[in-house]
C-alpha cells in the first residue's frame, strides 16, 4: 500500500516512511544497512550539498557505478533539490560515456571508486567537465563525498518539487545508433505510484524483502527500487548479478519479490543448487525488459513455485505498459502473451500510417497514457517521431487476441525477410530453446541469394553437450513452419547482451552483412 498522500512525488518516499518507521530497514547492501530514518537524513544532506554547490532546478546530475547504497540518497536528495539525475551505464567505453555526460551536461558527476579512471578518460575532452564526486572509494583526482556533503544539514530544503520537475533521465541501450536521454517527469512517476498497487508484480507488503539485481542505470532497478520503498520494503541491492549468489540470496535474505530479466532466470536455472532452494518466502518474480522462451518460463515456475508476473514496457514509457498477471499465466494460449495494459494505460496497434488495426491484425505496438516520456533530451525529431499524437510508437511488432492480450513477435528492427515470409527471431528462439543441448540461442538473417535472407541459429551449448546442427533444425520444424526454422546453425560461447539482457542482434548480424546493403542496427 502507497501512502499516496504522504508520498506526492518520488522525492517523498524517504520521509514518509521515515515517519512511519524510521528504525525499519530500507536498503541492505552487503553487510551494511540503512533505515529509513537515515535515508531521509543522507538524501537532504544531498540537497543541501547539491544546492550549495550551485545546482538550480532543471540541472542535471550524473552517477557513474555499479550498483550500491549511495545511488539511494544521491537520487533521492538530487529529486529534493528538484534536479533531475542521469545516471550512466557503467558497461559502456569512454567515448560513449562522454557522449552522454556532453549530451546531459551535468553540473556533478558521482563515481565509484570501480570507475575512477574511466570517468577521466571520459571526461577529459568535454568543453564543460562536471564537478567530480567519488561516490565510494578515493582518488586524487576526485573529492571525497563526506568532504562535498561537509554540514549540511539532514533537514529538507524548503523547497519542494513539483509534478512538472525532471526527476530520471535515462539513456537508452544505444544498439541502434547514439544513446537517447529519455526525460521521465514526477508526474510520469506519480501514475508509476498510482498503478503499482493495482498491478501484480508491485504490491509489496511492508517489510517484505525486495532483491535489486537489475542494474540502476535501467528502468527496471529504478522502478522496483521505488515501488518497493514506497511500500515500506526492505530492499536487497545486489552489486553484480552472479547467478549461484542471486539464489544464495534468495535462500539467506528470505526474498519475497525480485525481478530479473529472462537471461538471469535462464542462468539461475543452470545451477545444480537452484532445484534444492527454499523458496518458501518468495511471492513473486517478475520479468521482463526481453523476451522469454516458453521452456524457460515453464521450468521457472516449477522450480520457484511462486507468481510469475510478466512487464511489457519501454523507458519511454515508464517501464509500464502491459502486464500478464499470474492467474493469466495459467489461462490457455496466454503464456506467450505479455499481457493487458495497465490501468489507465491504453495500449493498439497501429499500421503503418498510424491507423488503429483490428484484432488478430499484426503491426506496430503502441502505449498511451501519462507514463509516456516527456521527451528525448535535445533530440525534438526523434521525439517527434517516436510521440505521435499522444501515441508512443514502440518499434515492436505484434498484434492483440480477441481477448485485449497483446503478443510481441520481436522489434521491427530485427524481423527476417526470407522469401517474402515474414520470421520473427524470439519466435524461432523459443522454438529452439527446449532442444536438448541448448544453453541458449539467437537467431538472425543473413544474406541468402535466393531467399533474399535466410534463417540461422547462433547456439550456445549446455555445458558438456555437443548439439547436432541437424537436429536442432529437426527440433524447431516440428514446433514452427518449415519456413521459419534455421537453414543453418552456428555454435558460439556466449551471446552478447546489453545491461537488460537484450540479444545484440546488430553485432551477430554484422559480420554476415559486411559490405552489403542491408542495415545492420
Same mark, same amino acid.
Given at each position: 500500500?502507497?501512502?499516496?498522500?504522504?508520498?506526492?512525488?518520488?522525492?517523498?518516499?524517504?520521509?514518509?516512511?521515515?515517519?512511519?518507521?524510521?528504525?525499519?530497514?530500507?536498503?541492505?547492501?552487503?553487510?551494511?544497512?540503512?533505515?529509513? *530514518?537515515?535515508?531521509?537524513?543522507?538524501?537532504?544532506?544531498?540537497?543541501?550539498?547539491?544546492?550549495?554547490?550551485?545546482?538550480?532546478?532543471?540541472?542535471?546530475?550524473?552517477?557513474?557505478?555499479?550498483? !550500491?547504497?549511495?545511488?539511494?540518497?544521491?537520487?533521492?536528495?538530487?529529486?529534493? *533539490?528538484?534536479? =533531475?539525475?542521469?545516471? @550512466?551505464? =557503467?558497461?559502456?567505453?569512454?567515448?560513449?560515456?562522454?557522449?552522454?555526460?556532453?549530451? &546531459?551536461?551535468?553540473?556533478?558527476?558521482?563515481?565509484?571508486?570501480?570507475?575512477?579512471?574511466?570517468?577521466?578518460?571520459?571526461? *577529459?575532452?568535454?568543453?564543460?567537465?562536471?564537478?567530480?564526486?567519488?561516490?565510494?572509494?578515493? !582518488?586524487?583526482?576526485? /573529492?571525497?563525498?563526506?568532504?562535498?556533503?561537509?554540514?549540511?544539514?539532514?533537514?529538507?530544503? &524548503?523547497?519542494?518539487?513539483?509534478?512538472?520537475?525532471? @526527476?530520471?533521465?535515462?539513456?537508452?541501450?544505444?544498439?541502434?545508433?547514439?544513446?537517447?536521454?529519455?526525460?521521465?517527469?514526477?508526474?510520469?512517476?506519480?501514475?508509476?505510484?498510482?498503478?503499482?498497487?493495482? @498491478?501484480?508484480?508491485?504490491?509489496?507488503? /511492508?517489510?517484505?524483502?525486495?532483491?535489486?539485481?537489475?542494474?540502476?542505470?535501467?528502468?527496471?532497478?529504478?522502478? @522496483? #527500487?521505488?515501488?518497493?520503498?514506497?511500500?515500506?520494503?526492505?530492499?536487497?541491492?545486489?552489486?553484480?548479478?552472479?547467478? +549461484?549468489?542471486?539464489?544464495?540470496?534468495?535462500?539467506?535474505?528470505?526474498?519475497?519479490?525480485?525481478?530479473?530479466?529472462?537471461?538471469?532466470?535462464?542462468?539461475?536455472?543452470?545451477?545444480?543448487?537452484?532445484?534444492?532452494?527454499?523458496?518458501?518466502?518468495?511471492?513473486?518474480?517478475?520479468?521482463?525488459? #526481453?523476451?522469454?522462451? /516458453?521452456?524457460?518460463?515453464?521450468?521457472?515456475?516449477?522450480?520457484?513455485? =511462486?507468481?510469475?508476473?510478466?512487464?511489457?514496457?519501454?523507458?519511454?514509457? #515508464?517501464?509500464?505498459?502491459?502486464?500478464?498477471?499470474?492467474?493469466?499465466?495459467?489461462?490457455?494460449?496466454?503464456?506467450?502473451? =505479455?499481457?493487458?495494459?495497465?490501468?489507465?494505460?491504453?495500449?493498439? $496497434?497501429?499500421?503503418?500510417?498510424?491507423?488503429?488495426?483490428?484484432?488478430?491484425?499484426?503491426?506496430?505496438?503502441?502505449?498511451?497514457?501519462?507514463?509516456?516520456?516527456?521527451?528525448?533530451?535535445?533530440?525534438?525529431?526523434?521525439?517527434?517521431?517516436?510521440?505521435?499524437?499522444?501515441?508512443?510508437?514502440?518499434?515492436?511488432?505484434?498484434?492483440?487476441?480477441?481477448?485485449?492480450?497483446?503478443?510481441? !513477435?520481436?522489434?521491427?528492427?530485427?524481423?527476417?525477410?526470407?522469401?517474402?515470409?515474414?520470421?520473427?527471431? *524470439?519466435?524461432?528462439?523459443?522454438?529452439?530453446?527446449?532442444?536438448?543441448?541448448?544453453?541458449?540461442?539467437?537467431?538472425?538473417? $543473413?544474406?541468402?541469394?535466393?531467399?533474399?535472407?535466410?534463417?540461422?541459429?547462433?547456439?550456445? +551449448?549446455?555445458?558438456? &553437450?555437443?548439439?547436432?546442427?541437424?537436429?536442432?533444425?529437426?527440433?524447431?520444424?516440428?514446433?514452427?513452419?518449415?519456413?521459419?526454422?534455421?537453414?543453418?546453425?552456428?555454435?558460439?560461447?556466449?551471446?552478447?547482451?546489453?545491461?537488460?539482457?537484450?540479444?545484440?542482434?546488430?553485432?551477430?548480424?554484422?559480420?554476415?552483412?559486411?559490405?552489403?546493403?542491408?542495415?545492420?542496427?
Amino acid at each position: 500500500m502507497i501512502d499516496l498522500e504522504a508520498i506526492r512525488t518520488l522525492a517523498d518516499i524517504p520521509a514518509a516512511q521515515a515517519r512511519r518507521r524510521g528504525g525499519a530497514v530500507a536498503v541492505k547492501f552487503g553487510a551494511r544497512e540503512t533505515s529509513f *530514518a537515515e535515508l531521509d537524513a543522507r538524501s537532504n544532506r544531498v540537497a543541501h550539498a547539491l544546492l550549495a554547490s550551485g545546482v538550480a532546478p532543471g540541472d542535471r546530475i550524473s552517477v557513474l557505478t555499479k550498483n !550500491h547504497d549511495g545511488w539511494y540518497p544521491l537520487f533521492f536528495g538530487t529529486a529534493r *533539490a528538484r534536479a =533531475c539525475l542521469a545516471p @550512466v551505464n =557503467c558497461r559502456l567505453a569512454a567515448g560513449e560515456i562522454a557522449f552522454i555526460l556532453g549530451d &546531459a551536461a551535468p553540473k556533478l558527476l558521482f563515481v565509484g571508486e570501480d570507475f575512477f579512471d574511466l570517468a577521466l578518460a571520459a571526461v *577529459a575532452d568535454l568543453d564543460s567537465p562536471p564537478r567530480l564526486i567519488a561516490l565510494y572509494g578515493g !582518488h586524487s583526482a576526485f /573529492e571525497s563525498l563526506d568532504a562535498w556533503l561537509g554540514d549540511a544539514p539532514a533537514t529538507p530544503p &524548503a523547497d519542494v518539487p513539483w509534478l512538472g520537475d525532471d @526527476v530520471l533521465q535515462l539513456y537508452t541501450s544505444g544498439t541502434t545508433g547514439r544513446p537517447k536521454g529519455v526525460v521521465l517527469a514526477n508526474k510520469n512517476y506519480r501514475r508509476f505510484l498510482e498503478m503499482a498497487t493495482e @498491478v501484480d508484480g508491485f504490491a509489496y507488503g /511492508e517489510d517484505e524483502t525486495v532483491m535489486i539485481v537489475m542494474p540502476l542505470f535501467h528502468v527496471a532497478g529504478t522502478n @522496483v #527500487s521505488f515501488s518497493g520503498l514506497a511500500q515500506g520494503g526492505r530492499l536487497v541491492l545486489v552489486k553484480d548479478f552472479a547467478a +549461484p549468489d542471486a539464489i544464495r540470496m534468495m535462500n539467506e535474505e528470505r526474498v519475497a519479490h525480485a525481478f530479473l530479466a529472462p537471461a538471469m532466470i535462464q542462468m539461475m536455472l543452470q545451477q545444480p543448487e537452484a532445484a534444492g532452494g527454499d523458496y518458501s518466502q518468495l511471492r513473486s518474480i517478475a520479468y521482463g525488459a #526481453s523476451p522469454i522462451a /516458453e521452456d524457460v518460463l515453464r521450468r521457472a515456475r516449477t522450480t520457484f513455485g =511462486c507468481d510469475f508476473v510478466q512487464f511489457y514496457g519501454m523507458t519511454e514509457s #515508464s517501464g509500464g505498459g502491459s502486464y500478464l498477471s499470474p492467474a493469466a499465466h495459467d489461462l490457455p494460449g496466454k503464456l506467450t502473451s =505479455c499481457g493487458q495494459p495497465w490501468p489507465g494505460t491504453e495500449m493498439a $496497434i497501429l499500421d503503418g500510417e498510424g491507423r488503429a488495426m483490428g484484432d488478430g491484425e499484426i503491426g506496430e505496438i503502441a502505449i498511451r497514457g501519462d507514463i509516456v516520456m516527456k521527451q528525448y533530451w535535445n533530440r525534438p525529431e526523434a521525439t517527434g517521431e517516436t510521440v505521435v499524437d499522444g501515441w508512443l510508437h514502440t518499434g515492436d511488432v505484434g498484434y492483440r487476441d480477441a481477448d485485449g492480450f497483446y503478443f510481441v !513477435h520481436d522489434r521491427i528492427k530485427d524481423m527476417i525477410v526470407s522469401g517474402g515470409e515474414n520470421v520473427y527471431p *524470439a519466435e524461432v528462439e523459443s522454438a529452439i530453446m527446449g532442444c536438448p543441448g541448448v544453453a541458449d540461442v539467437a537467431v538472425i538473417g $543473413i544474406p541468402d541469394e535466393r531467399w533474399g535472407e535466410a534463417v540461422k541459429a547462433l547456439i550456445v +551449448p549446455a555445458a558438456g &553437450a555437443t548439439p547436432d546442427p541437424g537436429e536442432v533444425i529437426a527440433w524447431a520444424r516440428e514446433r514452427i513452419a518449415a519456413y521459419k526454422a534455421p537453414k543453418s546453425v552456428d555454435f558460439i560461447d556466449a551471446l552478447p547482451r546489453n545491461p537488460s539482457g537484450k540479444v545484440l542482434r546488430r553485432e551477430l548480424r554484422a559480420p554476415y552483412w559486411e559490405g552489403r546493403d542491408r542495415a545492420v542496427g
